[in-house]
């Protein structure tokens, strides 16, 4: 069982390049979603999904596309990478969630570390 | 925007003492959870507290929820070097449709 798997875990982009970057999970998790984390602040929500088929933006999406064919795998494509996209990716998954309790624990990948020149 | 804020920023203690962080929340809530984050790394979750509960244990952790005053603590009993990290809380807003918000964080030190 390797919970939340990202890849890559180190990455250098020019300015206009793109990329996806890749989150997997084999706990059969129905959400899942990705984070920024940049210095002296919490994490900032991308986006999200809820299952295979669906997803939904979050706090800070713009400059960002997913996509969720499998619930398997959540990957995040940078369209046109920018420095202020220089940062931390996480990716997180978690059990059903339940609307009357609220959302689960969050499982989370090592991270990515994003710099864009 | 930020729903948790934590307090304080960053905290030194001796290996052995208490460790309380704070967080407070602007809206209600269905749940609020701690995590930690060893430097470099993931986070990892340590409680959940829902918000029809009060105080929730976990080894040395113990967690408090005062939904009146929006606000949670965290305390670490008799720390460790390896409690050294920094400690997230992050809130499930009522009608936030499934999005968790996060705190700055503190900063744990722990000296040996």
């Known amino acids: 069982n390797a919970g939340v798997t990202q890849t890559p875990k180190f990455q250098v982009l020019k300015t206009g390049q793109s990329m996806t970057l890749q989150c997997a999970q084999d706990?059969?998790?129905?959400?899942m979603s990705w984070y920024r984390q940049d210095p002296g602040m919490g994490l900032r929500l991308i986006h999200y999904?809820?299952?295979?088929?669906?997803?939904d933006q979050g706090e800070v999406p713009n400059g960002y596309n997913v996509s969720r064919s499998t619930t398997e795998d959540f990957p995040l494509r940078l369209l046109s990478a920018a420095p202020s996209q220089t940062s931390v990716y996480f990716c997180?998954?978690?059990?059903?969630?339940?609307?009357?309790?609220?959302?689960?624990?969050?499982?989370f990948g090592p991270g990515t570390r994003l710099t864009v020149t | 925007s930020q729903q948790g804020e934590e307090d304080p920023q960053a905290l030194s203690i001796q290996e052995g003492e208490n460790a309380t962080m704070n967080c407070s929340y602007k809206?209600?809530?269905?749940?609020l959870q701690w995590y930690r984050q060893n430097s470099g790394r993931g986070l990892v979750h340590l409680i959940l507290?829902?918000?029809n509960e009060r105080e929730k244990h976990s080894g040395r952790l113990r967690v408090t929820l005062d939904t009146s005053k929006k606000s949670s603590s965290l305390l670490i009993t008799a720390s460790r070097a390896a409690d050294t990290a920094s400690y997230f809380c992050?809130?499930?807003?009522?009608?936030?449709?499934?999005?968790?918000?996060w705190g700055a964080g503190t900063k744990l030190i722990i000296k040996p």
């Open positions: 999904s809820v299952g295979a088929g669906i997803t």
């Open positions: 809206t209600s809530i269905n749940n």
């Open positions: 706990m059969n998790h129905e959400y």
């Open positions: 997180a998954s978690s059990y059903t969630l339940s609307r009357a309790g609220g959302t689960y624990e969050q499982y």
């Open positions: 507290i829902r918000s």
């Open positions: 992050a809130t499930d807003a009522t009608g936030s449709n499934y999005q968790l918000i």
